[in-house]
């Protein structure tokens, strides 16, 4: 059975065309695309009455990514392309009901690929796979959720149970998951961001004392100069290309650092302007700094070390009032920054003097600026070090907590930072477990739960685990794909709340269960009448999100529902007091008791329903740093950059432009100019003709790593714009080559944009 997409139905490449990279994203193909998309699938009906509802006041939010609303004016299409795709996904018309399964054996369905999967359309009823079945076959709610309880009473240890969350949980369903798991005994918690922004986290809450970013769009569009640093925002994050284009007409500078020219980047045409529509567009980065991949650790120590040399030399590049007043461990960072020679820098960035010159002069002159960053710098061994390093440059010239000036982690999944606010970590503080303890009489355990990556490691090598998963989809999403599926395979029981079929309903325990669940789009009635969740952004605004089409089948339940049948069957036998019952039927009463444990949701019912939402405090921005130290903190990292070995090459795993994570909508990648195909190898046109390559080449792709090597099968060559000795394939396919154990030093996410790799023609 096959647990990587394709493999065992290997294309022969002759959809795969390849032309010139856009010059810009937007523009008309932007709208065509999302029209496309959206009406393919829907009907016209439900598509347009979802996305005229999409990112409104009183409407519903963008299940895609977590980039912020416009806080005052919102047009009528207050979305993207991708935005659209993603309702179109969630909206189809298509539905996978029992007969799908009867007809499918689970054996058969794994082997069909993920762009397969999504356009079966959506999940209907709750599904059993007994022991030792091949078949999925129905089974009804109450007996789902007696069947959950039965085998989680049945473990010895509640730690035997591991509880994932993937990042398009409501703060209401959020909140009610880490408490159910809580009160039924472990911190086993772990979730998409230990495989996204953990190092953003880990990083800013050593630097800064908050794991979260400081700015508002305002700031955006208020600052001078932005870098965007390992991040595709034209494919990822397509609203923050407007603010972009905002700041840059007030005459920002903006800076891309990238092995690849990412077409987002180099210009932007405003799907929702007509002149450009017709064919206009706005510049967008005025620099692009081909950095080497993982090279970016060194190239912060760099302009840090040139900007405390043009100090020494009489020019004011440091704030000396904000580093006096708020900083600590400058003097530690200035030696480390002395004992490592030009050299050895530049040789590990792979850029000359004269772009880390011009890049320091750049931040010397300005006093706003603001890092944006994603997954080309989280995902990487030395993660948690380079973006201290980054935040370094921010401390030196005080550009952070002021107008126009601060860091900017920019999140994935539309609410994977609310589902932390809520608690949805395997070691939350103290102060939160008293809360807990206090608002609902239970006993918090103390002990760290698992992340991700642990969590698989213990699946692995204990047997009879239970695995639940709030939505996701952890086999693709998670690293070493063969590893993680043994592990999933040695559970007594996996359960996936989820909207859309997936691997993971595929590659399962000896007993699996697929509840469906309500979508962000649908309408959500309860007991009490109509319900709204709340979500928070990447910028911590909270705000509510209000389904408004008609379900996709009458036996959906809501995220909350199914979280409180389980909860209730599963706690009854612990004589818990907490009424399940009531918050299932009003979520108002899931949001009070949030408001009385979590700090800063006063008055949350309230304030989240009105427009635009509010903001979370974030005692950053006002330049008060809840630190070890009690000021925001210098590091002093040593320099640890991955590079390629003899003969090898450093492969990145990156998005396409038709996909959400593990979710395939199609198979182009427009602005790569990649056309009908995910299998292939970017690869640097030189490093091809050296290792006696040819364009149409297919390869395995091997990877290696203290001694072990892991292969891929089938994959076109593509000659590609990117730096020499890095590759660059698609994810989730290339995830089988992530070794379980190459992660990021402290926050363990798993280093998927770093792996020596080789390629070996068939
Ligand atoms: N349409 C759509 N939207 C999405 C998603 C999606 O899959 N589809 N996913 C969502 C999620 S969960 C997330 S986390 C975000 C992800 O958003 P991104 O982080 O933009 O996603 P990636 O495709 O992983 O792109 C990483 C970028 O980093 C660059 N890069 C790789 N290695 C390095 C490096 O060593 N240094 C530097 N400087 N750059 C590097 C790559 O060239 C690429 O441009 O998007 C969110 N939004
Ligand atoms: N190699 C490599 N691996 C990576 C990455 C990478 O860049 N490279 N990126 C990592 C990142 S940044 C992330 S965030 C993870 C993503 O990891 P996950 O969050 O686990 O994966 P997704 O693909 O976003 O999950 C998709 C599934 O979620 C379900 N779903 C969709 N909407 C809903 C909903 O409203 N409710 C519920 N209950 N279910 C829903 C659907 O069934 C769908 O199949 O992957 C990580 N993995
Ligand atoms: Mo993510």
Not at 146 to 168: C, H, K, M, V, W
Not at 339 to 361: F, I, K, P, R
């Amino acid at each position: 059975m096959s647990s990587t997409p394709n493999e065992n139905t290997p294309e022969r490449f002759e959809k795969l065309s390849v032309s010139s990279p856009a010059d810009k994203a937007g523009g008309a193909s932007a709208v065509y695309h999302a029209m496309r998309h959206a009406i393919g699938k829907a009907g016209v009906g439900r598509a347009k009455e979802a996305l005229t509802k999409l990112n409104q006041k009183g409407g519903f939010d963008c299940p895609s990514c977590a980039w912020p609303d416009p806080d005052g004016h919102r047009s009528t299409f207050e979305f993207c392309e991708n935005g659209a795709k993603a309702v179109a996904s969630e909206t189809t018309a298509k539905r996978i009901k029992s007969a799908f399964f009867a007809k499918h054996s689970v054996a058969e369905l794994a082997d069909k690929s993920d762009f397969w999967h999504d356009q079966q359309g959506r999940l209907t009823e709750p599904m059993l796979l007994r022991e030792g079945a091949k078949h999925y076959e129905p089974i009804s709610w109450d007996d789902a959720f007696q069947f959950i309880a039965n085998e989680l009473n049945d473990l010895a240890d509640p730690d035997e149970a591991i509880f994932y969350t993937s990042g398009r949980a409501s703060n209401e369903a959020a909140f009610l998951y880490q408490l159910f798991v809580r009160a039924f005994g472990t911190n086993n918690l772990p979730d998409c961001s230990n495989m996204c922004h953990e190092s953003s986290g880990l990083a800013l809450k050593q630097s800064i004392g908050v794991g979260k970013g400081t700015v508002t769009l305002e700031d955006l569009r208020e600052a001078e100069l932005i870098l965007v640093i390992g991040q595709n925002p034209g494919t990822n994050h397509p609203r923050m290309l407007t603010t972009l284009q905002q700041a840059k007409e007030k005459g920002a500078r903006i800076v891309s650092i990238n092995p690849l020219r990412e077409a987002g980047l180099v210009a932007f045409g405003h799907p929702q302007r007509v002149s450009q529509v017709l064919g206009g567009k706005t510049p967008l980065a005025d620099t692009f700094v081909r950095i080497r991949t993982n090279g970016d650790q060194a190239l912060f120590q760099a302009i840090g070390k040139r900007l405390l040399e043009m100090e020494k030399s009489g020019r004011e590049t440091l704030d000396c009032d904000f580093i006096n007043e708020h900083t600590a461990g400058l003097s530690e960072y200035r030696d480390s920054l002395n004992s490592t020679s030009w050299e050895t820098l530049l040789d590990a960035c792979g850029l000359e003097m004269s772009v880390v010159n011009e890049l320091a002069e750049a931040i010397a002159s300005k006093k706003r600026i603001i890092s944006c960053w994603a997954m080309g710098l989280t995902q990487h061994r030395n993660a948690v070090a380079t973006i201290r390093d980054l935040t370094n440059l921010h401390l030196l010239r005080g550009a952070i907590g002021i107008k126009g000036a601060g860091l900017c982690p920019v999140r994935g999944h539309s609410n994977v930072q609310g589902d932390r606010t809520m608690g949805i970590f395997e070691h939350m503080p103290e102060w939160f477990y008293n809360a807990l303890e206090k608002e609902f009489g239970i006993d918090c355990p103390r002990e760290a739960g698992l992340n991700a990556v642990q969590a698989i490691r213990h699946m692995k090598a204990h047997s009879g685990r239970v695995f639940m998963a709030l939505g996701g989809n952890f086999l693709s999403a998670t690293p070493d794909t063969e590893y993680t599926a043994s592990a999933l395979r040695n559970c007594r029981l996996t359960v996936h709340v989820s909207t859309k079929l997936n691997r993971s309903h595929l590659v399962t325990g000896k007993q699996a269960l697929i509840l469906p669940c309500l979508g962000r789009s649908e309408k959500d009635i309860q007991a009490s009448g109509s319900q709204w969740v709340s979500v928070e952004n990447s910028m911590g605004i909270v705000h509510s999100s209000s389904g408004q089409i008609e379900p996709a089948s009458p036996l959906l339940k809501s995220e909350v529902a199914i979280i409180c049948g389980i909860a209730s069957r599963v706690l009854k036998v612990k004589g818990s007091e907490i009424d399940w019952g009531q918050f299932e039927s009003d979520y108002s009463r899931i949001r009070s008791a949030i408001e009385r444990v979590v700090p800063g949701f006063e008055n949350y019912n309230t304030r989240a329903k009105q427009p635009g939402g509010y903001y979370l405090p974030n005692l950053a921005k006002d330049r008060r740093f809840e630190t070890d130290t009690k000021k925001a903190n210098f590091a002093a990292s040593d320099l640890d950059i991955e590079r390629a070995e003899a003969g090898r090459l450093l492969l990145m795993t990156i998005r396409s432009h038709d996909q959400f994570n593990t979710t395939v909508y199609g198979m182009d990648d427009r602005y790569r100019g990649i056309k009908g195909e995910r299998r292939i190898v970017f690869l640097n046109p030189d490093d091809m003709q050296q290792l006696g390559l040819a364009s149409d080449d297919v390869v395995d792709v091997h990877s290696f790593f203290r001694g072990e090597v892991r292969v891929t099968r089938l994959y076109r060559l593509v000659p590609y714009d990117i730096p020499e000795g890095c590759v660059a394939m698609y994810f989730p396919e290339a995830n089988s080559l992530v070794p379980i154990d190459h992660f990021a030093r402290g926050s363990e996410t798993p280093a998927s944009k770093s792996i020596q790799v080789e390629l070996r023609k068939r």
